[in-house]
Every structure is written in structure tokens, then in C-alpha cells.
């Protein structure tokens, strides 16, 4: 570095070497999480004292007391730490036990090296996520067929968390048991929803056979398991996991039989270009009210992708609405329109913006 050189010449200088260590830090941090990885397929520590003591060491020697000791340690300290911390599993709750098919939507979404967890109810799900005790959950949201699932619905009205991505599944329900054989089935279980699924093949197939609503259809599937007379309504995942076998494959009422789920955090991402928008609002109780509001999203020309109304509980014939447009938060018309609706409703929620499920369904069936 010459004396001639001015300022601006030099800052300029230190902003392209503070790009590129940016650039480096980015860089590093990918390496940091491709470890992390290699260490989930190896059960090993992500702490590794060892090896950082040996980096504060190289450095300390490369540095050859240029840069002071002291600062050089504590930004590669907090470049370490970031480093290590990134490496930690996605955490992610879903209504259990194993194999039900929010596990199954679960694993097709953040891959087989991510923590599940499975809850007693879609309530627990919410409230683990509220507390940040899980990262993320998976809750079903709507069926092709049977419609809204209202307990997660209703859960949005009580916990708050913020919607992150969306999945659809493909279901296949399967008749399975321990033997393989329909004549052993005395009851049929499975979760409310698989059975409301295939009402029309039980009572065809089975008329006399009475049917038990449980918990969820990996309940069905473990009961299943240790009971020889139950026949469940299960994924295929339930087939391996509780080691039962196919009596009936395919057994839904409509093909193309297909479930929404919801990527439930404390975060929405940032805009990726094809996103959806989902808020909840409460009107004030006059005549046009909700006229109103569809006209403020019409004239802005926004794409309603659904609505739905739920019961507030509170109040005889009073209602909560859920309402989904195509675009993001970040996108000017969703955010001005957002912003008229939280001035005009009884009650806003932004619940989040997020990516769109692609249009080809993921296949439930992973056999
Ligand atoms: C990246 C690793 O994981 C952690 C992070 C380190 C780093 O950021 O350099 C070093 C050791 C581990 O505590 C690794 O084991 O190499």
C-alpha cells in the first residue's frame, strides 16, 4: 500500500476485502453444516473442543502477532460457535406415535435427518412450537375430500405461531392387521378422519364390523399391532413401523384423496417468488362486512385462494374467518390490502406468508 493512495481509494479496498470474507464466512458456514450432516449419519458430537482448540492454535501461529491476539480469538470464537450451532437438527412435532400420516408429510418435508417428535394431540403440536420447544410442527389442515380439519383450524385461534411452508400428501388409507386376514377383524380403527374417508368401503365391505375412533391412526396401527382382532386404517408407513400386514390396499372412497398440511414455527420466511399469504380476521357484525373486505382484495386484484369460517365458541353465531391470497407480505398489494383489513376487521392476525405446496402431490406411499 503506497502513501499516494487516498481515502476513498483505500475504503474502497476495504470493502471489497470485507465482501469477500463475508463471502468466506458463507462459505464456511455451508462447510460447517455438510459436517453436521456427516455427523447425524454418524451419531457423532457436533461439539468437537479438540479440533476448535487446534483452529485458535493455527491461527495464533499464522497471525505471528500482527492482528491482536485478543480480538482475532473472540471473532473466531463467535465464527465457531455460529459455525456449531448451525449444525443442530430441525426439530419438528407432529401428532403421533410413529408412522401417522403428519410424520410421514414430516419426513417428505425435512428429510430423514431431522428430529421428529411425536405429541398426543394437534393442540400439543401448537403449544411445543409456541414455547420453542420444538423448531417447527406439522398439523393437517384440509382434506380433498372430508374438507377442513377444524381442530387445527381452531388451534390458530388459540396459540400463536406463525405458518412457514405447506405439503400436500397423496393418502392412501390401507385396511391392515397382524395376520393379513379380514376374517380376524372384529373392529376396524383409525383416526376420524381415514374413517369419514372410507365410509362407503366399510359399509360395503364390512357392514357389521363396528368402527373406533382414536387419537390418531398410528394409535389405530399400535393397537392394531397388539391386539389380533383390530384391523387400523394406516399409512404405509405404519406397515413397517408396526409390523402389520396389508389386508385391503387403497381402500378411500375417492381416488385423488388428498391432505393439506401446515409447516407450523415462530417465523415466516422471506418471499421465494410463488407464495401464499394466510391471515385471520373477525368482522365487526353489520350488514356487508365480509362483502367488504372480498371487494378490497378484488379491486387490488388480489387471488383468493380460500376461505373458510370457523365458530369464535365465545359467542352464539359469531364467526373467525381464514382467509389464504397468492402472494407475500413483502409484496406491496398483499401488504397494503393487509394493512386496510387491520384497520377495518374486529380482530387481525397475520398468521404468514410462505411457499406454495407444488401442484404434483407428494406420493403417501413410500414403500
Ligand atoms: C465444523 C465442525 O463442527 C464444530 C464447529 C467447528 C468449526 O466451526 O470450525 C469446529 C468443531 C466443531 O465444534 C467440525 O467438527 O469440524
Known amino acids: 500500500m503506497t502513501e499516494k493512495q487516498d481515502i476513498p481509494q483505500i475504503r474502497e479496498r476495504i470493502d471489497q476485502i470485507d465482501d469477500t470474507i463475508l463471502e ?3 462459505e464456511r458456514l455451508d462447510c460447517a453444516k455438510a459436517i453436521g450432516l456427516l455427523k447425524n ?5 457436533k461439539w468437537d473442543p479438540q479440533r476448535e482448540l487446534e483452529i485458535y492454535e493455527r ?3 499464522n497471525n505471528n502477532d500482527i492482528f491482536p491476539y485478543k480480538a482475532l480469538r473472540s471473532i473466531f470464537h463467535e465464527i465457531i460457535t455460529t459455525c456449531r450451532l448451525s449444525q443442530r437438527k430441525a426439530t ?9 400420516f403428519s410424520h410421514l408429510a414430516g419426513v417428505r418435508y425435512f428429510g430423514q435427518t431431522a428430529e421428529y417428535q411425536p405429541m398426543e394431540s394437534i393442540g400439543e403440536v401448537f403449544e411445543e412450537v409456541e414455547k420453542e420447544r420444538v423448531q417447527y410442527g406439522i398439523v393437517p389442515v384440509e ?3 372430508e374438507g377442513a380439519v377444524t381442530y387445527s383450524l381452531d388451534a390458530f385461534l388459540k396459540y400463536k405461531v406463525k405458518i412457514c411452508g405447506e405439503i400436500q400428501l397423496a393418502i392412501t388409507h390401507n385396511l391392515v392387521n397382524r395376520s393379513g386376514n379380514i376374517e380376524d377383524i372384529q373392529t376396524v380403527a383409525s383416526h376420524s ?3 369419514a374417508q372410507c365410509r362407503n368401503w366399510l359399509r360395503k365391505h ?3 364390523i363396528p368402527t373406533l375412533d382414536v387419537f390418531s391412526t398410528g394409535t389405530a396401527a399400535q393397537m392394531a399391532a397388539n391386539n389380533p382382532n383390530v384391523g387400523a386404517i394406516a399409512s404405509s408407513l405404519a406397515i413397517n413401523t408396526y409390523n402389520l400386514q396389508v389386508v385391503i390396499p387403497g381402500i378411500e372412497d375417492y381416488q385423488g384423496n388428498t391432505t393439506r398440511f401446515l409447516v407450523i414455527g415462530r417465523k415466516s420466511p422471506k418471499k421465494s417468488g410463488y407464495d401464499k399469504t394466510s391471515i385471520l380476521i373477525g368482522l365487526i357484525n353489520r350488514p356487508g362486512a365480509l362483502n367488504e373486505i372480498l371487494t378490497i382484495l378484488s379491486a387490488k386484484n388480489i387471488d383468493l385462494a380460500k376461505i373458510e369460517s370457523r365458530p369464535t365458541k365465545d359467542k352464539q353465531w359469531s364467526y373467525m374467518f381464514f382467509l389464504d391470497m397468492l402472494g407475500h407480505i413483502e409484496d406491496p398489494v398483499i401488504y397494503e390490502a393487509c394493512n386496510i383489513l387491520r384497520q377495518i376487521c374486529a380482530y387481525f392476525e397475520l398468521l404468514g406468508s410462505y411457499p406454495r405446496a407444488d ?3 407428494l406420493n403417501g406411499d413410500i414403500d
Do not use: F, H, M
Request: charge should be positive; aromatic fraction near 4%.
Open 24 to 26: 468466506l464466512l458463507k
Open 41 to 45: 449419519e454418524s451419531n457423532r458430537a
Open 59 to 61: 491461527l495464533r501461529k
Open 92 to 100: 419438528v412435532g407432529y401428532l403421533g406415535p410413529e408412522a401417522t
Open 143 to 145: 382434506n380433498s375430500i
Open 193 to 195: 378422519q381415514p374413517l
Open 206 to 208: 364390512l357392514p357389521k
Open 359 to 361: 401442484d404434483i402431490n
